[in-house]
């Protein structure tokens, strides 16, 4: 599991960036995306997802499942 | 010894030389205390220092300096309702909007183009859009770049206040000394109406909760940089129906805690900006509504009433927006600084200052020796204090308040400009008449027969007999000649 930026949404803020505590989000093209791979879903760091908590547009950092 | 000198309008205007007018009259100042002349009487020295060269913070330095945004922070905690992060515009003037984001590195480079290019530069600010508290390391190393390169450059921060206590050890180290803080209410009832949520802790908090933490973080840093003598002016957003009445108790509350300065502004709100107010059709404010307010808070923390709400990547004198002149494309990609321009700009200001200082107690003088009576006059300026606009160039007048008591800036009135490519549109025109209401004299650099008539037949003289007279000189000449007193040249 992990969690994925809608692109189309996103307004290139950085804020999910400096709030990832894996070090897992990066601007690539025209929007930040995450990599599956690092995402941790913040578990055993914070209570809620940090990139979704901070995202100032709703519904575009989303889980990756919910999102297909 | 005679300096040579040097016409302010060859440094401030952007056309060639042998195309500008004759220099304005001007009786010259040798005196080496032109820089205290200007001081307005109630004002510290130490404050004074700190201002004189800020046009945002001083209603006089904003007629001869300018300063730029560089929007290297995009990053926010903070939501609010009159806010929409995916809005950009080119055409929009507005906070919030910008073009282009920066690196600090391409912030640099579009500040030393900036600084070579219009003398006028003495701030830089990093002001939206995000919040450059939050996005901290960005405009922390902006900064540090930029002062590193342009030495008395005046560096800047406007922000919501939430992470501002974190910062302001290091906003004290960076020599920041002027800072902004947006504060809508103290009151979380009323902020939870304002702003759906804050971002803090690595947590977001909604509602009232939201609106208290932000609320205490805003008086605690308010607190923080009085105590360390940091300037901080604050910034409301009057929102009709919400804040407009608690807008007297923030006041009083800022005041208390050492606000320099209270900045009112209408709310923005408009459906095609896609901000939650402009979808759920809250209206901004008036103008009437808001001179109205800002009538009520006189006496409270002082006033500023000389904002244009400008871009988060402004450039230039309030007013006039150069952003559009420095964007990335046509920035060399190696550039660097050459304080020249820079430097002389500063010594025909020094001496403008001064002389334009002695035309305004002048002009005083005449107005408070004057019959009893009022009345309003807009001024089509492009900065230098001076009538040195021709009115079908003027995008906006400079509405002043002449009375007994004095001769007081008002604001500011947006128009469209009448006359493009050499011709006058006539329904340019009525909308500029309407703008014009309740003003009694136009006074401007040149006006042609057509719009003076039009405007005579609204009840609205215009006249361009003043034109590049100081604004303070012409309105003390025309008070005198209108409530009795005889008319005296002030600059003679």
Redesign the interface.
Known sequence: MAFRIIASQCTQCGACEFECPSGAIRFKGEAYVIDPEKCTECKGSFETQQCAEVCPVPKTCVAAAAAI | MSAPMISLESLTSRRPLDQLPVTAKSSGCTSSSCDVSTKPVDMDQAIWAKIKNHPCYSEEAHHYFARMHVAVA????I?CNYCN??YDCANESRPGVVSE?LTPDQALRKVIAVANEVPQLSVLGVAG??DAC??W?KTKETFKRIAGEIHDIKLCISTNGLALPDRVAELVDMNVDHVTITINMVDPEIGAKIYPWI?HH???YTGVEGARILHERQMLALEMLTARGILTKVNSVMIPGINDEHLIEVNKSVKQRGAFLHNVMPLISNPAHGTYYGLTGQRGPRAVELKALQDRLEGGAKLMRHCRQCRADAVGLLGDDRGQEFTLDKIPGEITYDPHKRETYREVVARERGDHATAKSEALEIVKAAGDGSFKVAVATKGGGRINEHFGHAREFQIYEASPKGITYVAHHKIEQYCLGGVGEEATLDGIIAALDGVDVVLCAKIGEFPKNRLMEAGVRATDAYGYDYIETAIGALYADKFGAEPQAATA
């Open positions: 995009p990053a926010c905690n939501q992060r995916k984001k859009p995000g939050y996005d390391k971002f690595n947590r977001r």
